[in-house]
């Protein structure tokens, strides 16, 4: 009999797994996975407050400005004050950062592609049902 509790270890294990394998993979650009997913967020939403990502995301106000100095240091974004709201500031990404999201989703894309040609069509459609009904579950509680 399969057992709930150590096919749900099994999953976080695995997903801890897949995401450093990501990570990994994403270095070679220069990009971490939270740091993919902060540029996509910009990508979408640009121009946007800092106020918004953090919600976006979320994370805690001081780490998405945290986040968001480093990649300015690194010259993928840009902060400049909000016409609008003085105190607020609106970012959005260089044409480095567009460069810089553009190789990493390819990467990415690429990482779990590898990874994922593992399972057969039925094994793929099997496993996307059952992480629907999970999602599912957690959204209704």
Partial sequence: ????????????????????????QLAADGVSLSRLKLLQAIDRLEPVNQARLAEELAQAPRSITQALESLQRDHLIRRH?????ARSNLVTLT???????????ATGNTALHNLFTHLSHPQLT?????????ESALLQS
Avoid: E
């Fill in 1 to 24: 009999m399969v057992d709930a509790t150590q096919v749900g270890l099994q999953y976080l294990q695995l997903a801890h797994h897949i995401r450093r394998t990501v990570d990994d």
């Fill in 81 to 85: 004050p909000s016409p609008t709201d």
């Fill in 95 to 105: 044409p480095a950062g567009r460069t810089t999201l553009t190789t990493a989703l």
């Fill in 126 to 134: 099997a496993l996307r049902s059952a992480l629907t009904t999970l």
